[in-house]
């Protein structure tokens, strides 16, 4: 049983490190953008599915608080249909640079 212990922690401390690798690059989310500035990049747009919704401009976010939002988004602890479908389907990669790309806007 200790052997599994030791094994799952060492398993989540290796994946914890890989990730913390992942440096994000604004210029690679130039082509991953397109789905998020149709709605975030839109002052004072509101989305109407599952129902009317503020969107809110996440330009000058930091990247820790995005990469973090579209965590909870691929984990289902954010809820929103939409954003949890977006969310799904981007990799560690991805995030860290969309992240990176919003983070530098003003």
């Given amino acids: 049983m200790k052997k599994l212990i030791a094994l799952a922690a060492l398993a989540g401390i290796a994946n914890m490190a890989a990730a913390a690798d992942i440096v994000g690059n604004p210029e690679a989310a130039n082509n991953k953008v397109a789905m998020c500035i149709g709605c975030h990049g839109i002052p004072g747009y509101k989305a109407t599915f599952p129902e009317v919704y503020q969107v809110p401009m996440i330009g ?4 820790k608080y995005i990469e973090s939002a579209l965590r909870a988004y691929q984990k289902g602890e954010r809820k929103h249909p939409s954003m949890r479908g977006i969310a799904a389907g981007l990799s560690d990669q991805d995030i860290a640079d ?7 806007q003003k």
């Fill in 98 to 104: 969309v992240a990176a790309y919003y983070a530098r």
């Fill in 60 to 63: 000058g976010q930091s990247a």
